[in-house]
């Protein structure tokens, strides 16, 4: 399927089939136990009572004994096993799902939006846990308890077998009516719940804007509507509950009156013995309440179905970009060149083309243009987050495509003014959670975009914890990890998305400061936002309807009549009125 | 502490006790049917199959049925009942609790983590439905268990103790399971926790993380995640394993001793073989009902402690409220802002949590700070992060209250105001934009949902975004926000300038409202608010020296305080650390 020859399946079967045989087996032994009892009942009464003989009773209770002794401890090894084969299988999933996302290029983090995929590997596979733990020892061996219960009623008595048999159209048509039903009513309430927690969610976010525009009763009202439709959400599933469960329930109960009003007159009429019958109403618990127990899971199997489904979709996705067989490693230095590359993140709209343009080793570019001209699709080529549709961007005169992505990795980093830090400390922020580097390196990291006054100054330095979106720190100091990030990677080519929204002047120096020591003797290009960045720049490329119009210097640019005086005038207005 | 908590649930039961009542009489009624089953069974056994005596056969088969039946109809109602007095429950505890959290001033909100007061309205509450559920059911239960018991000492004392012998290790068993499964399978949730956590982590942080090529470190946490979480997902199936089989097996001997015991003694002629049947399918009945109650008190005791966390929610007051008797604002009153001597802490409330950062706390944010704005004219405040521009902007809406000195519109302290009132006078545009989950309609008029369209439009109009929303596919009845169409930081902060425009509010306060829009698009927004402006007071918080000249007036801030006011141009040439401020943005060299 893949270039690697890897084919991607959720659950590899045949990794677990040692475990299932084992498992099938234990499952067998189980639930063979469990009919040992009722049938040994019948002996005690047609052998022991009905003849009048001590010895059968006592054989029977002591059967009885043994079989739901060695029935405990196999439905005890039963437990275990399941749940670890199930809790391995999840596990394999959790991490092949999770590797999957990581392969997939950054486009794909645009288009899905990141709570979709957040939800994939918790709430889906949460589903799938609550299956594991707490309904799939029971579907297990409910499944294999009925078969055998019905195959021991059919040896016993063929005729109220027949009997127990009538109830099944009955059976099936009410559990295929349900099945359907509550499909679609618990999809239903899926969606009726998530509504409510959007609600909520957002009138607890936005509370401030709420009371801000003295809101609140507007507000309290959309919730009471979405809380409303949810409960008769919750209530239309639990109606349709509501009528299938008695009818299990009464068939049950009116199957046990055929038995003993069949198994009665049979009786009498000495067809069959007595004990038969009793250990066919003994049955009738084997028989129904699996049927009722599936039923009541069936909610825990909806779920866990759907989750699977949206898994193995998930997966079937084809990440774009893999490494090739044999690749090679980028040139410590050299140029970027496009040469006649086209692109576009799908077929019939393309954003970029045919782009022909040379970046030198150490030259700093901004590229400038309107949002939407492919300013930055041209930076995520230069990176090969994605591949072009023809042509082909090199560095150092190998094709990307062909460079291993380690070498790649190193040698060409992104950046985004959109400072985001991790969980942990600023130090393990830094080394992007690479426990192999030392202290000091982190350290002279930070010296290179001198960053160190920054961050000596919170208090615990380096070591000092901070929280994923970096509540405790200033934006400065967020931007300051971001660039000693880019410093102990030292690479050659260094991309910088500047941020769109303003900093305030003082953090604003600090991150222009060090992004200028950084970039000494390295290529930078940056997507810019401002005037000052142009100005700095040794080259500026106007990029425009995914063409590149303009290359030139800032000075030579503005006397041209053509895009670049005209956005430079722009933003002198913006700068003039102050 | 725990009576606040079953208090809490007590009473949002009663409010829906007819529906409580009917669930519980289903319950007896199937409870009834249930119990009748085997004595039926006996009787048709006895007299029919063993008394030779066919049309009692029949008879007693006929009533099996009808009782079946009954048992049946009982079961789905009892069901359907139940459920609803939980969801009705729990909604009304939601509405409830929503309504309340909606009024709660800003500071419990600056404190609180959305996440928990989400996890109070979301798990907390269904902690709560899971217990009301089970209430019928379980009454029911112990009624059955009553019954039984009953029947079988009445039956046959001696068989009935062999058979019950056992039983009494069932409740104490399961009671020993729910309290040690319980806590596994909470540290399995918790393991759970933090594997989302490295999930979501990574996705928002997946552009650093490509940037960078650090997949396989992120792949190596999550393996490890994923390792924890198997074992603690174990150690909860080894409990189960464990307890399960042992359950199982208890009602077995039971089972056992009255086969033998009842063998015999139908082999001696003191019982009838149907008779013995009854037992053993009562032994079979009484399992659940024995059960149930380990189950039960811990459902209980989670949702009184669930319950006892809502309360405290509900305990809370707000500390913002309408005055005793509220003056209203003149209706034609001016916009006049004056702020005297106001001395303001954040920290009185967030220094208990620990809250604000890393930034000195205990330092007012603003410290005897004078100013006035006159009615209809603008104000720019400019100053360094920190200085507190933004806590003025969010005291003049009384978001909280001053420590000492006096905050007066048109000389009215708006301590004396009603809320509505004032916050209706007050139009803001948040730095941080909030929009909802929904069309852009519906956002614009916000502040009036009963505004009609060309108001909407022409609000949109105001704010230069009216161009845009028509060019969308539903225009104005375009869902926005996390289900629908995503905006650019620039759209949605013009979305929220048309929201604040729609309000018609005489004051205008604009937080760094234009500090995500494109700068080709800069002119376009600042003719739209110099428009806004005209005849509302308003007040500009702005780093951008374009948009502090939109204002009539400039107040140079730091550390709460009114450093020098003027216009733009008196500032630029009077004042070094104006012109440093503002310097460091324009020439960046």
Known sequence: ??????????????????????????????????????????????????????????????????????????????????????????????????????????????????????????????????????????????????????IVLAVMSPILFGLCLLTIPVLLTASIWFKRRSAVAYLSVRDAIGRTMTSLQEGLSGVRVVQAFASEDYVVRGFKGHNRAQVLANMRAVSISARYFPVIEASSVATTAGIVGLGGYLAHRHMIPLGTVVAFVLYMGNLFSPIQQTSQQFDLLQSAGAAFTKLKNLLSIEPPLVEVAK???????????????????????PVLT??????????????????????????????????????EVSFGGIDLRQASFESLRKTIVVVSQEAFVFDGTISSNIRMGNNDIPDDQVKRALEAVGGTQVILGITGGIHAVVSEGGATLSAGEKQIISLARVALVEPSVIILDEATSNLDPMTESIVEGAVSRLAQGRTLVTIAHRLSTAQRADRVIVVDHGQVVQVGSHDELVKIPGHYQDLNSAWLRGRDSA | MERGGWALIFWQIRARKWIMILAIVSGICWMSAAVSVPLLVQGAIDRG????????????????????????????????????????????????????????????????????????????????????????????????????????????????????????????????????????SLSLQRELGHLAEIVEE??????????????????????????KVYQSALEAG?????????????????????????????????????????????????????????????????????AQRVMELLRTDSMIVDPPNPQRLPRESAGEIEFSGVTFF???????????????????????????????????????????????????????????????????????????????????????????????????????????????????????????????DDGYDTVIGERGFSLSGGQRQRLALARAILSNPRILILDDATSAVDPSKEQEILRAMSQVMEGRTTIIIAHRPSTIALAEQVAFMDKGRVLAQGTHQQLLEDVAQYRDLLISRVETK
Not at chain 1, 338 to 345: K, L, R, T
Not at chain 2, 442 to 463: K, W
């Open chain 1, 1 to 150: 399927m893949t270039d690697s020859g890897r084919t991607r399946v959720l659950v590899p079967l045949s990794e677990y089939k040692g475990r299932l045989l084992v498992l099938l087996a234990l499952v067998i032994g189980w639930s063979a136990t469990l009919i040992v009892g009722p049938a040994l009942v019948a002996y005690a009464i047609d052998q022991g009572i009905r003849k009048h003989h001590g010895g059968p009773i006592f054989i029977a209770t002591a059967g009885y004994v043994a079989s739901a002794l060695v029935g405990a401890s196999l439905f005890r090894l039963v437990i275990r096993k399941v749940t670890d084969t199930g809790e391995r299988v999840l596990q394999g999933i959790r991490i092949s799902i999770f590797q999957h996302i990581l392969s997939m290029p950054l486009g794909f983090f645009d288009s899905e939006r990141t709570g979709r995929l957040v939800s994939r590997m918790t709430t889906d596979m949460d589903a799938l846990e609550n299956l594991v733990q707490q309904g799939l020892v029971q579907l297990v061996s409910n499944a294999f308890l009925l078969t055998i219960t019905l």
């Open chain 1, 327 to 349: 690749p090679t490693d980028l040139p410590r230095h050299g140029a970027v060149v496009f040469s006649d590359v086209s692109f576009g993140y799908s077929l019939d709209s």
């Open chain 1, 354 to 391: 045919d782009i022909n343009l040379e970046i030198r080793p150490g030259e700093h570019v901004a590229l400038v243009g309107p949002t939407g001209a492919g300013k930055s699709s041209i930076a995520k080529l230069i990176a090969r987050f994605y591949d072009p549709l023809s042509g």
């Open chain 2, 49 to 184: 199959i063993l008394g030779h005596h066919q049309g009692a056969l029949v008879k007693w088969t006929m009533a099996i049925l009808a009782v079946g039946l009954a048992q049946g109809a009982f079961v789905g109602l009892r069901r359907y009942l139940a459920f609803l007095v939980s969801y009705k429950v729990e909604a009304d505890l939601r509405n409830r609790l929503f309504g309340h959290l909606q009024r709660l001033h800003f500071a419990f909100h600056d404190r609180t983590q959305t996440g928990q007061l989400m996890s109070r309205a979301a798990s907390d509450l269904t902690q709560i439905q899971n217990f009301v559920v089970l209430i019928p059911l379980t009454l029911a239960n112990i009624l059955i268990l009553v019954s039984v018991v009953s029947v079988l000492f009445i039956e046959n004392w001696f068989l009935a103790i062999l058979a019950l012998m056992v039983l009494p290790l069932i409740p104490i068993l399961a009671r020993r399971f729910s309290g040690r499964v319980f806590p596994a």
């Open chain 2, 202 to 227: 990574t996705l928002s942080g997946i552009r650093v993380i490509k940037g960078f090529g650090t997949e396989n470190l992120q792949d190596a946490k999550l393996r490890g995640s994923s390792q």
């Open chain 2, 238 to 306: 080894r409990i189960r394993a464990f307890f399960t089989p042992l359950l199982t097996f208890l009602p077995i001997i039971g089972l056992v001793l009255v086969v033998y015991a009842g063998g015999h003694e139908v082999l001696n002629g003191t019982i009838l073989l149907g008779q013995l049947t009854a037992f053993l399918l009562y032994v079979n009945l009484l399992v659940a009902p024995l059960q149930l109650p380990a189950w039960v008190i811990g459902q209980g005791q989670r949702a009184v402690a669930s």
């Open chain 2, 346 to 472: 954040y920290d009185r409330e967030l220094a208990r949590n620990g809250g604000g950062g890393h930034q000195e706390s205990s330092k007012p944010v603003l410290d005897n700070f004078n100013l006035r704005v006159e009615a209809g004219s603008s104000i720019a405040l400019v100053g360094p992060t920190g200085c507190g521009k933004s806590t003025v902007a969010r005291l003049i809406s009384r978001f909280y209250d001053v420590a000492s000195g006096t905050i007066t519109i048109d000389g009215l302290d708006i301590t004396q105001v009603a809320l509505k009132d004032l916050r209706s006078s007050v139009g803001i545009v948040f730095e941080d934009t909030f929009l909802f989950s929904d069309t852009v309609r519906a956002n614009i008029a916000f502040a009036d949902p009963r505004a009609p369209l060309d108001l909407v439009i022409s609000a949109a109009s105001q704010a230069g975004i009216d161009e845009f929303i028509r060019s969308l």
